[in-house]
Antibody
Framework: EVQLVESGGGLVQPGGSLRLSCAAS????????MHWVRQAPGKGLVWVSR????????TYADSVKGRFTISRDNAKNTLYLQMNNLRAEDTAVYYC???????????????WGQGTMVTVSS | DIQMTQSPSSLSASVGDRVTITCRAS??????LNWYQQKPGKAPNLLIY???NLEAGVPSRFSGSGSGTDFAFNISSLQPEDIATYYC?????????FGPGSKVDMK
């Protein structure tokens, strides 16, 4: 079955760290750019970060730059998000999503994980 | 950053009604726009890519149109299972940005 399964969420104090994982199965993980998207409780979707299929190139939203690190292990078919110096405003469901190429610069998030909740609170 | 707006923010409609949601970008994004459906407690699900292309397996009552800065999303005949929040998303420029969502419920 083609799927993404996140794990690693939980309750953490402000200033703390957490590492999220996203296990991919049913497709050739190493062919795809992968992204993290988050959603604060009752709010909309916000793009967080992306990583190229070979892991060489990464990009971050300004709100997490310098605090979050995206990485991947293609041998383990797993995407990661290391989150340091967490703030209350980082509280959200974090989704990993596959970025699929269709044609002529056309892309979309065509596969999403179920999400993992991160709560930053003292 | 490119700002995305959607209207309405919420609407109520009856089974069989035609539903239209509009999405506007703060600058020209060509056709680099996707539409997602999100049901409560679930992950988003891709419906439309490249403004007007129906994702495989998505019912044909869903459609999209537009280019540049103005886009529309339609449900030709609302079904009970379409109760959800719908988001547009641009990918012309990083950071990729989503609209604030349009919540559709049943009258």
């Amino acid at each position: 079955e083609v799927q993404l399964v996140e794990s690693g969420g939980g309750l953490v104090q402000p200033g703390g760290s957490l590492r999220l994982s996203c296990a991919a199965s049913g497709f050739t993980f190493s062919y795809y750019w992968m992204h993290w998207v988050r959603q604060a409780p009752g709010k909309g979707l916000v793009w967080v970060s992306r990583i190229k299929y070979d892991g060489i190139r990464t990009t971050y939203a300004d709100s997490v730059k310098g605090r979050f690190t995206i990485s991947r292990d293609n041998a383990k078919n797993t995407l990661y998000l290391q989150m340091n110096n967490l703030r209350a405003e980082d509280t959200a469901v974090y989704y990993c999503a596959r970025w699929t190429y269709y044609y002529d610069n056309t892309y979309a998030f065509d596969l999403w994980g179920q999400g993992t909740m991160v709560t930053v609170s003292s | 950053d490119i700002q995305m707006t959607q209207s309405p923010s919420s609407l109520s409609a009856s089974v069989g009604d035609r539903v239209t949601i509009t999405c506007r970008a703060s600058q020209d994004i060509s056709k680099y726009l996707n539409w997602y459906q999100q049901k409560p407690g679930k992950a988003p699900n891709l419906l439309i890519y490249d403004a007007s292309n129906l994702e495989a397996g998505v019912p044909s009552r869903f459609s999209g149109s537009g280019s540049g800065t103005d886009f529309a999303f339609n449900i030709s005949s609302l079904q009970p299972e379409d109760i959800a929040t719908y988001y547009c998303q641009q990918y012309d420029n990083l950071p990729y940005t989503f609209g604030p969502g349009s919540k559709v419920d049943m009258k």
